[in-house]
């Protein structure tokens, strides 16, 4: 396909286990952004990635969240040992690169997690 | 730090009604605006841009122009459609510093009826 997509759609998950979400990007594009949206913070930056390195990780909540990204592409995001403030719907996004008219961000459809 | 406050909703309209959606922005410099909206079931779209004062996006009949001295990017539509129905955006990207970064409002839930 041609947009950014995200698996799994849905992950229902019990307190305490360990979840990953996977993102691929558009094809070429060098920038990956992951985004939480959540009822009661909106939509809030968590990393971003220019090729397999990730400049800015300031907006993970916590050190229960890493994220990385192989070969330039396929990105993953991890939680360990969620909680239920885990609850939300993660959000990737890529662009060609993070500078001037070339950065705008394509959204994938999101992955919603639910910690019980 | 940057930050975006929009009206909280949910917005109810008939069809053709005229829509606003009002969005304001605190930020050093001059920020690029866009409005971005999500569908029932998709992931987020960018709708329009603004990158400096006085610019006005526009696209699908929506409207917003960029006005550095209220600090303000409102969303317009004059006859808004059932299928506009969905949850709009507003967001900032810094001009330096942290410009990757998309900073959002909280959204605002439209519903058109019919």
């Known amino acids: 396909g041609a947009g950014v997509s995200q698996s799994p759609s849905n992950k229902v998950t019990e307190k305490g286990k360990d979840v990953e979400l996977r993102c691929d990007p558009i094809?070429?594009?060098?920038?990956l952004y992951w985004y939480r949206q959540s009822l009661g913070q909106g939509l809030e930056f968590l990393i971003y990635?220019?090729?397999?390195?990730?400049?800015?990780k300031s907006g993970l909540p916590s050190d229960r969240f890493s994220a990385e990204r192989t070969g330039g592409s396929v990105s993953t995001l991890t939680i360990q040992r969620t909680q239920q403030e885990d609850s939300a719907v993660y959000l990737c996004a890529s662009s060609p690169s993070t500078s001037g008219i070339y950065n705008e961000q394509f959204f994938g459809p999101g992955t919603r997690l639910t910690v019980l | 730090g940057d930050s975006v406050t929009q009206m909280e909703g949910p917005v109810t309209l008939s069809e053709e009604a005229f829509l606003t959606i009002n969005c304001t922005y605190t930020a050093t410099g001059y920020p690029s605006l866009f409005w971005y909206v999500q569908y029932p079931g998709e992931g987020l779209q960018l709708l329009l841009k603004?990158?400096?004062?006085?610019d006005k996006g526009s696209n699908k009949g929506f409207e917003a122009t960029y006005r550095k001295e209220t600090t303000s990017f409102h969303l317009e539509k004059g006859s808004v459609q059932v299928s506009d129905s969905a949850v709009y955006f507003c967001?900032?990207?810094?001009?330096?510093?942290?410009?990757?970064?998309?900073?959002f409002g909280k959204g605002t839930l439209l519903t058109v009826n019919p």
């Open positions: 094809s070429g594009h060098t920038a």
């Open positions: 990635f220019q090729g397999n390195s990730a400049p800015d």
């Open positions: 603004a990158t400096k004062a006085d």
């Open positions: 967001a900032l990207r810094p001009l330096r510093g942290s410009n990757y970064k998309l900073t």
